[in-house]
């Protein structure tokens, strides 16, 4: 079975100054059933050999949704602890805006480049599956991270959570805050991201239980992991339902807009918002009271794994097919799940109780 882990504290947590108050969205995504059981992603085919050793030089490279971003710049420099302990090279390229195809042009240069992984988060699950498979013929292993494409283009998809465990999570911590009654919204990321639709989903099917009854979804608005534009619509959803009793937001970005917006406003304490963030941009309204709780897994660690999953596959350790076993450094042992999905491990909750903890 996958080692599910959490974050931790101390000396295995990272101390991450670089992550400020506007860090972005979560790309972190699971797929839903894709009725695919084959059992592993693009590819999968071959005889894997666990005992192979790793492959010193290998070439790898980050494709983030966006650089010059918190949460990814956590996270790939976990990829590059990675790198640098594998004795590889490790590079980072990616657009500034997270647009669906703005991440074509830099896959293509990177297999120009002749990378021997490609390890990217997805903008969009369709836009950039082309590239990618151009990219495996050249001879590069592809992994995903935080958000996936289609099964088909890459060969594993390292998940830092299962979409169900996100959304169990989130729907369960604004009960709690609000008393397991009345209207509440969810502020998301970009409309095509991937990983928020499939934990939206999961949401609103989860809320059809009998104990969320009395809770009412209003709507899901959009703030395009964009700060400003999440501190706005926090906003426009106050005005537009002034019964509302708590927001969701499951995007880094947009529960620390939506956390700014209401500790300055007449709704800090009555209206609840939990979603998934990070100790650092979190801590002052944990703190100050407009933030009961929230949840997020280690980045770098996602980065970190990552990292070590396409090692795995450069070095014929793993093909991507379920069952396959691989050892991630300090993390330990995972094993390949269906359609090639390794997982991380469940999200941690954060209150005042545990946050000074934690230091990224």
């Not at 990070?278 to 990552?306: C, H, I, S």
């Amino acid at each position: 079975m996958s080692r599910y882990r959490g974050l931790r504290a101390g000396a295995t947590a990272f101390t991450l100054a670089a992550l400020l108050l506007g860090s972005t969205a979560c790309g972190g995504t699971t797929r839903e059933n894709s009725g695919n059981d084959s059992g592993g992603g693009a590819q999968a085919s071959g005889a894997a050999n666990p005992d192979a050793k790793l492959k010193e030089g290998l070439k790898i490279a980050f494709l983030p949704k966006q650089v010059n971003n918190p949460y990814f710049t956590t996270s790939d420099n976990g990829g590059k602890e990675a790198v640098t302990e594998i004795k590889g090279e490790f590079k980072e390229v990616g657009p500034s805006e997270a647009s669906a195809s703005s991440q074509v042009s830099y896959i293509n240069t990177l297999s120009q480049q002749g990378m021997d992984v490609i390890v990217t988060s997805a903008n969009d699950p369709n836009a950039i599956c082309g590239a990618l498979n151009q990219a495996k013929t050249a001879g590069a292993k592809i992994v995903t991270f935080d958000s996936d494409t289609k099964p088909e283009c890459r060969q594993i998809f390292v998940n830092q959570v299962t979409a169900e465990g996100i959304a169990e999570n989130q729907v369960k911590l604004i009960s709690q805050q609000i008393g397991g009654e009345g209207e509440v919204a969810i502020l998301s990321a970009t409309a095509n991201a991937t990983n928020q639709n499939a934990w939206i989903a999961l949401m609103k099917e989860e809320l059809k239980k009998p104990e969320y009854s009395k809770i009412k979804l209003v709507t899901v608005a959009y703030g395009n992991d964009e700060d400003q534009k999440s501190f706005q619509e926090t906003q426009g959803l106050l005005q537009s339902y002034p019964n509302l009793k708590g927001i969701i937001s499951p995007t880094t970005v947009g529960v620390a807009a939506a956390a700014r917006y209401l500790s300055g406003s007449q709704y800090k304490g009555k209206v609840k918002l939990t979603g998934l963030g990070t100790p650092n941009q979190m801590r002052e309204y944990v703190k100050d009271g407009t933030v009961d709780a929230f949840a997020l897994w280690n980045p770098a660690d996602l980065g970190y794994l990552a990292a070590y999953a396409g090692a795995a596959l450069a070095s014929g350790q793993i093909t991507g097919a379920e069952g396959d076993k691989f050892t991630a450094g300090k993390l330990g042992e995972f094993t390949v799940g269906k359609d090639g999905i390794v997982v991380l491990g469940p999200p941690t909750v954060f209150d005042k109780s545990n946050i000074d903890q934690f230091k990224f």
